[in-house]
């Protein structure tokens, strides 16, 4: 079946660690996205991509680091230096442009746990 | 930063009430406005896209209208059966000096049906 597949699902950190989230997509999208979401915020953007080896900085970029190397693979990096890192991450994708009233489809998330 | 705004931030009705919440946007550059309904433990899906002043989209007892002028969408359920409690999340997309443009979601409506 086509989707979005993040890995690990529940992933502990201790701190001053990097950990390298994965998301793998087999829809032949070309955008992907990986969101954050806090209690009581909405999804926040933290980085995507719209074609391969090229990506931007989303609205909450400090203490990520992302690639795509592959069009079906953007995995994300938190670093040490994201002062806040547990969350539950989103990852996503989408065929078209947004502004054109295409949607996106969701991974089923991470969990990341500083401990 | 796009400002996508929902209201109420959660809700509780019985089944067999109907209700319906709101999605407030900028009316200014606006291309779509995206619902999408999250369940626990799975990954969010798209209900609706709408682009056109006046859209009125409908699935099964769902549907959703778009006023892009004063900048508000509402979603409806008509008849709440309990598998419909989950988190109703609406999203903006802008262009952000992109093609593909870039999602803003609001904080989400959290719907509790009770039997």
Not at chain 1, 53 to 75: H, L, M, T
Not at chain 1, 77 to 101: D, E, H, I
Not at chain 2, 48 to 54: K, P
Request: net charge neutral.
């Amino acid at each position: 079946d086509g989707g979005i597949t993040q890995s690990p699902k529940y992933l502990f950190r201790k701190e001053g660690q990097n950990v390298t989230l994965s998301c793998e997509q087999n829809l032949n999208h070309d955008a992907m996205y990986w969101y954050r979401q806090d209690p009581g915020q909405g999804l926040r953007l933290i980085y995507y991509s719209q074609i391969v080896n090229d990506f931007q900085k989303g609205d909450i970029a400090e203490g990520y680091s992302v690639s795509r190397e592959k069009k079906e693979s953007f995995p994300l990096t938190v670093t040490s230096a994201q002062k806040n890192p547990t969350a539950f991450y989103l990852c996503a994708s989408s065929m078209g442009q947004l502004v054109s009233g295409n949607t996106i489809y969701f991974g089923e998330g991470s969990w990341l746990t500083v401990v | 930063i796009l400002n996508v705004e929902q209201s109420p931030q959660s809700l509780h009705v019985q089944e067999g009430d109907s209700t319906n919440f709101t999605c407030s946007f900028p009316s200014s550059n606006f291309y779509a406005l995206h619902w999408y309904r999250w369940e626990t433990a799975k990954s969010p899906e798209a209900l609706f896209v709408m682009t056109l002043n006046g859209d009125e989209k409908k699935k099964g007892r769902i549907s959703a209208t778009l006023n892009t002028k004063e900048g508000y969408s509402y979603l409806y359920i008509k008849g709440s059966q309990p598998e419909d409690s989950a988190t109703y999340l609406c999203a903006s997309p802008n262009a952000g000096g992109t093609s593909y443009g870039k999602l803003t979601f609001g904080q989400g409506t959290i719907l509790t049906v009770h039997p």
